[in-house]
């Protein structure tokens, strides 16, 4: 398989890979791209919508002291969190609900009365959020999310204008789960306006970049509370975000800036779980993400018209051939980065947790290596192999519902086992005539 004229890099297919669940952040494509930023409102539901929640009957699955009605719409909230990890629709009636006492409660609460309480506005801001992220693909979540972070931004005031000194452990709690949310929200908001809109402003761009800047901000300082201090899987959240942002871009400077911070957030989850598998996958997508915007350049500048995809690394006489530095720099982040899918894929087999995402990401990162690869010594080839099976082991493996190989995988396997059956003809062809 030293010819590999055939095999071109499978662009673009990390982001269908991933498969991120509405806990982390999923950001739903709109249809139809809004021309300018939204600007902030309070989301109104339909008529029936409001008429559903206002007679639907909710059981709360916990005990709460009666009368204590903010306790009572958490516990609805929670119940709703819970569905929305394996059946996000499912969820929507107890979001409506969450959404609908809230407000509720908020009309009804007197001036005179003291303030709301911090966890009052993460429920209502943390609901809004999720509502936004469950919608159908041609409604706008921007409103949802606009509202969720006004609410979120009032908690955090008032979680902050306190200053005594008891119980300041659960303040710190309550600060990192705000500003965690916050976060969260803005870095959604910026990627699903890089998604949807069809031609990027300079508004448009100063928008994101200020979100990203304010998120990003929200996360350090969520992580660096002393008494409160971050789990691998809460710094992986924030990272997954940022990172899938980053690979939405198509300017070099925040492509490679937000995979930075990316990175290093992941790289800190590893020092609290050296074995994290999702920090693992981490690592190699931010890496992934870069080396492909490299190669992105290296096609815009003509780069591969004159040149064969292995003429990268030494040739037969020994001498090293000229480098481009879109290609040299690629190919150094994509050793990095496949050396962290196959870390994680090693984690995931001991822990008995393989999945079809893992083996599908690592594929693209060995094919992707493989075409700046010289085959030398089979090296090229031998990449290429292992690709085709763990592409082979994707399609029978554990995934996540919906999850599908992506089309330019698809393409790349299909069109190496037809070489392997045209390279069998021939074979048996030669052995006929002798």
Same mark, same amino acid.
């Given at each position: 398989?030293?010819?590999?004229?055939?095999?071109?890099?499978?662009?673009?297919?990390?982001?269908?890979?991933?498969?991120?669940?509405?806990?982390?952040?999923?950001?739903?494509?709109?249809?139809?791209?809004?021309?300018?930023?939204?600007?902030?409102?309070?989301? %109104?539901?339909?008529?029936?919508?409001?008429?559903?929640?206002?007679?639907?009957?909710?059981?709360?699955?916990?005990?709460?002291?009666?009368?204590?009605?903010?306790?009572?719409?958490?516990?609805?909230?929670?119940?709703?969190?819970?569905?929305?990890?394996?059946?996000?629709?499912?969820?929507?009636?107890?979001?409506?609900?969450?959404?609908?006492?809230?407000?509720?409660?908020? %009309?009804?609460?007197?001036?005179?009365?003291?303030?709301?309480?911090?966890?009052?506005?993460?429920?209502?801001?943390?609901?809004?959020?999720?509502?936004?992220?469950?919608?159908?693909?041609?409604?706008?979540?921007?409103?949802?999310?606009?509202?969720?972070?006004?609410?979120?931004?009032?908690?955090?005031?008032?979680?902050?204008?306190?200053?005594?000194?008891?119980?300041?452990?659960?303040?710190?709690?309550?600060?990192?789960?705000?500003?965690?949310?916050?976060?969260?929200?803005?870095?959604?908001?910026?990627?699903?306006?890089?998604?949807?809109?069809?031609?990027?402003?300079?508004?448009?761009?100063?928008?994101?970049?200020?979100?990203?800047?304010?998120?990003?901000? !929200?996360?350090?300082?969520?992580?660096?509370?002393?008494?409160?201090?971050?789990?691998?899987?809460?710094?992986?959240?924030?990272?997954?975000?940022?990172?899938? !942002?980053?690979?939405?871009?198509?300017?070099?400077?925040?492509?490679?800036?937000?995979?930075?911070?990316?990175?290093?957030?992941?790289?800190?989850?590893?020092?609290?779980?050296?074995?994290?598998?999702?920090?693992?996958?981490?690592?190699?997508?931010?890496?992934?993400?870069?080396?492909?915007?490299?190669?992105?350049?290296?096609?815009?500048?003509?780069?591969?018209?004159?040149?064969?995809?292995?003429?990268?690394?030494?040739?037969?006489?020994?001498?090293?051939?000229?480098?481009?530095?879109?290609?040299?720099?690629?190919?150094?982040?994509?050793?990095?980065?496949?050396?962290?899918?196959?870390?994680?894929?090693?984690?995931?087999?001991?822990?008995?947790?393989?999945?079809?995402?893992?083996?599908?990401?690592?594929?693209?990162?060995?094919?992707?290596?493989?075409?700046?690869?010289?085959?030398?010594?089979?090296?090229?080839?031998?990449?290429?192999?292992?690709?085709?099976?763990?592409?082979?082991?994707?399609?029978?493996?554990?995934?996540?519902?919906?999850?599908?190989?992506?089309?330019?995988?698809?393409?790349?396997?299909?069109?190496?086992?037809?070489?392997?059956?045209?390279?069998?003809?021939?074979?048996?062809?030669?052995?006929?005539?002798?």
């Amino acid at each position: 398989m030293a010819d590999n004229d055939t095999k071109k890099r499978p662009r673009g297919l990390k982001k269908s890979t991933i498969v991120a669940s509405s806990s982390s952040g999923t950001v739903p494509i709109v249809n139809s791209p809004p021309e300018e930023v939204t600007s902030a409102k309070k989301p %109104r539901l339909g008529e029936n919508e409001e008429s559903e929640d206002e007679t639907q009957t909710l059981i709360l699955n916990k005990e709460v002291e009666e009368g204590d009605e903010v306790a009572e719409v958490k516990v609805i909230y929670e119940s709703a969190a819970e569905k929305l990890a394996t059946a996000p629709k499912s969820a929507l009636p107890l979001l409506r609900g969450t959404i609908h006492e809230c407000d509720r409660i908020l %009309r009804n609460h007197s001036a005179s009365s003291p303030p709301l309480p911090a966890s009052f506005h993460m429920t209502y801001g943390s609901a809004l959020f999720d509502m936004g992220t469950v919608l159908e693909e041609e409604e706008d979540p921007t409103p949802y999310w606009e509202a969720a972070r006004e609410r979120l931004e009032i908690g955090l005031e008032s979680v902050e204008e306190s200053e005594a000194e008891e119980n300041k452990s659960d303040r710190q709690e309550f600060k990192k789960g705000l500003r965690m949310a916050l976060g969260k929200v803005m870095v959604s908001k910026a990627t699903n306006t890089l998604i949807t809109t069809r031609c990027l402003t300079a508004v448009h761009k100063k928008s994101v970049s200020q979100l990203l800047e304010d998120a990003t901000a !929200h996360f350090d300082k969520a992580f660096s509370l002393p008494f409160s201090p971050s789990t691998a899987p809460e710094l992986c959240m924030a990272a997954s975000l940022v990172q899938l !942002h980053a690979d939405n871009h198509e300017e070099e400077a925040p492509r490679l800036r937000w995979n930075g911070w990316a990175k290093g957030v992941f790289e800190r989850a590893l020092k609290d779980d050296p074995e994290h598998i999702p920090a693992f996958t981490g690592i190699g997508s931010c890496l992934l993400s870069i080396a492909n915007y490299w190669l992105e350049q290296q096609d815009a500048n003509g780069g591969d018209e004159d040149e064969d995809d292995d003429d990268d690394d030494d040739g037969d006489d020994g001498e090293e051939k000229v480098q481009t530095k879109e290609k040299r720099t690629a190919k150094e982040a994509l050793v990095e980065g496949t050396d962290y899918f196959e870390r994680a894929l090693a984690a995931s087999e001991s822990a008995g947790a393989t999945t079809s995402e893992i083996l599908t990401m690592l594929a693209e990162s060995q094919i992707n290596l493989a075409n700046l690869t010289s085959d030398v010594g089979g090296t090229q080839t031998a990449l290429y192999k292992c690709a085709v099976a763990h592409l082979r082991r994707a399609k029978e493996s554990n995934s996540s519902e919906g999850w599908a190989l992506p089309a330019g995988l698809e393409t790349f396997l299909d069109e190496w086992e037809a070489e392997m059956v045209e390279g069998e003809g021939v074979d048996d062809d030669e052995d006929g005539e002798e």
